[in-house]
């Protein structure tokens, strides 16, 4: 089941609702997609809506160096836990928007394509057996990143990770998905710049979100970014960093693709 957020622009006003994508065409949900819902009649068909971020999370959660080549490619050693950091909740963007460069960090900004979960329901130190009882469903998602400030200016990660627009997720959520072997690329311009799979993650899901309840509640809307895989900009021998005009494309098999475009921000 794919769940989407849509907007409906009628001539005097605005509807946005939760609905459910078939063949290019939405149905309304009704109800709460946290609780009980059912889905109702057709209401419009893809190209008539405007797509929005399907969820607005309470928290976006982040694991670091998750992919064994990232780490290599980065020169990090590879971790013995997952590596947690936050993301502001107003980096928050969605598909077919435009991803900001900031004026004060506007060089080095950088792509990563990742898996991301969506909690379904409120957990607290649960096992990895009962991971899966508690997620509604995956997105596609980049964790687009300032290197300068991440590596150089602040040598930590919260304000490299958190400018405004940052946190790209879309277009749909999937329910019905097995995380742990699903092909994820990043396309910048028409060019394959990540080739990876879910599989190569150092811990998957089910370990992630049940080390992540050990050290914090998860409420539901919580979205969980699962790390990048080898390719990101800053560690080719040649760093390739976004620019105002590129578009950048995150695929992951079953679920679907995040488009973004990439401008400057206006002085």
């Given amino acids: ?141 980049n964790d687009v990143s300032a290197r300068d400030c991440q590596l150089r200016r602040d040598k930590q990660w919260a304000r490299a990770k958190s400018f405004d627009t940052f946190a790209p997720i879309g277009s749909v959520i999937e329910t019905d998905l097995d995380p742990s072997n699903c092909k994820i690329t990043s396309i910048l311009n028409g060019e394959i710049m990540q080739d990876s799979n879910t599989s190569n993650m150092i811990f998957d899901v089910k370990e992630l979100v049940s080390y992540l309840s050990q050290n914090m509640t998860l409420k539901p809307g919580t979205v969980i970014m699962t790390g990048t895989p080898k390719g990101v900009g800053f560690a080719r021998e040649k760093p390739i960093y976004l620019q105002a005009g590129d578009t950048i494309e995150i695929k992951i098999e079953g679920i679907g693709n995040l488009k973004n475009s990439v401008i400057k921000e206006e002085s």
């Fill in 1 to 141: 089941m794919k769940i989407i957020k849509y907007k409906i622009t009628e001539q005097y006003s605005e509807e946005i609702n939760y609905g459910i994508l078939k063949n290019d065409e939405v149905y309304k949900i009704i109800g709460d997609i946290f609780d009980d819902f059912s889905v109702g009649d057709k209401v419009a068909n893809l190209n008539e809506i405007e797509l929005m971020a399907p969820i607005d999370p309470p928290n976006i959660i982040a694991i670091g160096l998750n992919y064994r080549d990232h780490a290599e490619e980065s020169g990090l050693e590879i971790p013995e836990r997952p590596i947690i950091f936050l993301k502001a909740t107003t980096s928050l963007t969605g598909p077919n928007t435009d991803i900001i460069l900031p004026r004060m960090a506007a060089d080095e900004v950088d792509y990563e394509a990742e898996l991301a979960v969506v909690i379904g329901r409120e957990c607290k130190n649960i096992k990895k057996e009962e991971v899966y009882d508690f997620i509604l469903g995956y997105i596609c998602a």
